[in-house]
């Protein structure tokens, strides 16, 4: 519950990328995930893999896939395809066509992005211009969550279910002495979700 496992924590940044290259969030999303390598009481209660299929209201798909095992190939990064080619979009920030020739390549320069954000925001406090990222950050983690509950509960999910969910991993009391909101039990493990049995109230399959 810390993180809202790992899709949530680290890869939002990746579903983030495509969501902007779209100009909005999917809609609807599946996907299939679990515990392969991660079955220790030290593990929590979090997954080691999703795969989550994402679509968008214009009939486009995001594939998303995310995992963390040792020993396994890599890769953090983004790619999109199109009818007239292929973006790269980590690594060498091209686009190709359908023959594999590079028709456009990032040619460097321009600020480093981490500096650039908190220029923006330093120039919207100087000068008092509205600065406000909050809905954009929102569906980002919107994103992130309903594909953790598609993976979680093998289901159909659709970001008005997602959104209407009553799904809470807050804590009730924000504090140090403050309760969790999932707890192990006697034996230190905590509950797992199972696709199939899990529920979030989304109920259509």
Known sequence: ??????ITEQHIH????????????PTSCQGLGGREVRRGIDHGEIYDHHAVEYKYDDG?????????????????SEHVQGTKGRGTVSGPHMLTDNNGETIWRFGGGGKNPYQQEHDDLFDAIRNNKPFN??????YSSLTSVMGRMATYSG???????ALNSDENTMPEILGWEAAPPTLPDENGRYAI???GKTRFGVEKV
């Open 14 to 25: 990746n579903l983030d990328v495509i969501n902007w290259i779209k100009g909005t969030h």
């Open 155 to 161: 289901r159909m999910v659709t970001a008005e279910e």
């Open 1 to 6: 519950w810390l993180c809202g496992d790992h």
């Open 133 to 138: 990222e909050a809905e954009y950050g929102a």
């Open 193 to 195: 979700a199972i696709p």
């Open 60 to 76: 486009s798909y995001m594939f998303s896939q995310c995992r963390h095992i040792r020993g396994c190939w890599n890769s953090v």
